[in-house]
């Protein structure tokens, strides 16, 4: 295998949540151009289980110096790589050949990909600046690497191999039990929330995520802020009529499919678009047929407001009775408008104000000053300075004094939450 080929198997723009809804690529990687969601990983989980077929792995688990997940205490002679996904989990089994050595019994790893986890097969000297975890095939033939890459290192693995304790049944895999499960547990204090929070909690919902609840709410034109218990009540009383067969049953769901049901057909679109940065060279094509897909999530004049826990919902017209107070709706604008908006684009209130005062610094004496309340808008997070101990008739202060800067949020919004992950 041409390394050169390899290496350019899986190359795609990572987006997070927001870069992705402004349309600017953070950077170029080998990982999904999106935050993985329930979808993601079941490609992840194909596509490991597609290039693993017939190759033989040997050796100990490397395990980067500078990731803080634990170490995998693995090592054969030979043995095989196996995945399997359950909503936003997937599970990599390590299966010992016979005759192997030492004698070892098969492990499992359960991973979650956090904001940018993925996995590439690479040759073993062209290894990926951030592969944190890697498996290596045996010789003689030529030496490769499964890696599991995440740029943001928001991802985690377990080697006791057991499913993360909480999440609920699957919504891809496991629809019946995640129906149920929904419905029987209404009277939790999760569905006081509205239901695009509610969406995200994986005790109920686990494989659904950002791009995936706006895209069910919209379909159903469900206020993303209506409350969950109020939306999901409705299906406890909904019966199809006993008279009906079972395939006029079957076209009615289909025709006529509640959130619960969509919440296992949306994703399952997604998972027949294929690709997805899973395959040689598809990168631009998957995207492109992703974001043709899409029909709220990011599109040009859809609204969005940020959740209790600050995550982006995008949605049309009437946000709901549980929209966040004081929360202003945007609207997303074309290409060309936010393009337009981005050379326009103001500096972060900190360096407008330094730039106004260094202005103010060289300004003529004889000039008169306005206030800065006249002359600035007042960011309402900042404190005000206050005027205590100031000195009748002083001059105004000339701005030399700069607040605190405050430090970006580079905490993950699923990292260690069930409830968000």
Not at 193 to 216: H, S, V
Not at 303 to 311: A, E, F, I, K, V
Request: aromatic share 8%.
């Amino acid at each position: 295998m041409d390394a050169r080929q390899t290496q350019g198997q899986i190359k795609l723009w990572l987006m997070n949540d927001e870069s992705f809804a402004s349309g600017v690529p953070t950077g170029p990687s080998h990982s999904s151009f999106r935050m993985p969601e329930g979808p993601e990983l079941h490609l992840a989980s194909h596509f490991v289980n597609e290039i693993c077929k017939g190759l033989v792995f040997g050796g100990c688990v490397e395990k980067s110096s500078v990731s803080r997940n634990p170490e995998v205490p693995f090592e054969s002679s030979a043995y095989h790589i196996s995945a399997l996904a359950r909503g936003k989990e997937l599970r990599l089994t390590l299966s010992p050949l016979p005759g192997s050595h030492p004698p070892q019994k098969p492990l499992s790893l359960v991973f979650r990909f956090g904001m940018s986890g993925s996995f590439q097969l690479v040759p073993a000297e062209a290894l990926p600046r951030h592969a944190h975890l890697r498996f290596y095939t045996a010789p003689p033939a030529p030496r490769l690497a499964l890696c599991f890459v995440d740029i943001r290192r928001f991802g985690h693995w377990d080697p006791g191999g057991e499913w993360q304790p909480g999440r609920g049944p699957c919504v891809l895999l496991e629809y019946e039990r995640f129906r149920e499960n929904v419905l029987r547990n209404l009277s939790d204090k999760a569905f006081d929330r509205p239901i695009c929070e509610a969406l995200l909690d994986q005790r109920f919902f686990n494989g659904i995520g950002n791009y995936l609840r706006a895209e069910i709410l919209y379909r159903l034109k469900i206020p993303p802020f209506e409350k969950a218990r109020t939306v999901l009540e409705a299906l406890q009383q909904c019966r199809l009529s006993p008279e009906l067969t079972l395939s006029q049953k079957v076209k009615a769901k289909l025709q006529n499919p509640d959130l619960l049901e969509l919440c296992h057909l949306v994703p399952k679109e997604v998972v027949q678009l294929g690709g997805k940065g899973y395959g040689p060279e598809r990168g631009e094509e998957d995207f492109a047929a992703f974001r043709a897909w899409l029909r709220c999530y990011a599109v040009p004049g859809m609204s969005s407001l940020r959740d209790r826990h600050g995550r982006t919902i995008w949605f049309q017209g009437d946000p709901g009775p549980l929209a966040p107070k004081g929360g202003r709706s945007r609207k997303k604008k074309s290409q060309e408008t936010q393009l337009e908006a981005e050379d326009r684009k103001e500096d972060p209130p900190s360096k407008s104000i330094s730039r106004t005062q260094r202005a103010r610094k060289h300004c003529p004496k004889n000039v008169p000053q306005q206030s800065e309340g006249a002359s600035l808008p007042q960011n309402l997070e900042t404190p005000a300075v206050p005027e205590k101990g100031k000195r009748r008739g002083r001059r105004a202060s000339t701005g030399r004094h700069r607040g605190p800067k405050s430090k970006p949020d580079t905490q993950p919004r699923e990292a260690g939450e069930i409830s968000a992950s």
